[in-house]
């Protein structure tokens, strides 16, 4: 690398450039946009030896290149297998519930473009806890209003003056 005045940094960029996959644009038919993707991904470990990184030298030829293993922690799975994880956060300030439906509502787009047997699942829905909660404060907030009232009655010994004093 010091004979090619190269640097780990300019080896990191390389793989990069040729390890990536954009979408460059839209094609539109029929009502529906389909995204055009580019797909310059390294498939295998001879695409990896074939990157150029000067004339006529390959990254393959100044280095020893070789399958491993990715460590236990970047595995994710799920059901017994691979799965991809998303984590969405949501903005300071948002509806946690507003944005749980938009996201769900955005999945329930996407599901008629993914391939054939995949299947979308939430691990984890901040939105059902606070719904939850809202439920459960309501609830006590009822049974404490009846009780209030009931001992009002109890108090005041008259229904008049209970549903006067309640209402206001």
Same mark, same amino acid.
């Given at each position: ?27 539109? $038919?029929?009502? #529906?946009? %389909?995204?055009?993707?580019? &797909? ?7 695409? +990896? *030896?074939?990157? =150029? ?15 491993? $293993?990715?460590? #236990?922690? %970047?595995?994710?799975?799920? &059901? ?7 984590? +969405? *956060?949501?903005? =300071? ?76």
């Amino acid at each position: 690398m010091a004979r090619l005045h190269l640097s780990i940094s300019d080896i990191i960029n390389r793989l990069r450039i040729y390890n990536r996959s954009n979408v460059p644009g839209f094609i539109q $038919k029929f009502g #529906r946009e %389909y995204p055009v993707r580019c &797909d310059l991904r390294l498939r295998d470990i001879s695409d +990896i *030896r074939s990157i =150029p990184l000067k004339k006529r030298v390959l990254l393959g030829d100044i280095s020893h290149i070789h399958n491993g $293993k990715a460590p #236990r922690h %970047y595995i994710i799975h799920a &059901d017994g297998v691979p799965a991809i994880a998303i984590i +969405i *956060r949501k903005q =300071p300030g948002a509806s946690t519930i507003k944005v749980v439906k938009e996201v769900d509502k955005r999945i329930s787009d996407l599901r008629s473009v993914l391939p054939f047997g995949t299947k979308v699942k939430k691990f984890y829905d901040q939105s059902e806890i606070i719904q939850e909660a809202r439920k459960e404060i309501i609830q006590d907030l009822i049974l404490g209003a009846i009780l209030a009232i009931l001992i009002l009655y109890f108090f005041l010994g008259s229904l008049r003056p209970t549903l006067i004093v309640a209402f206001t």
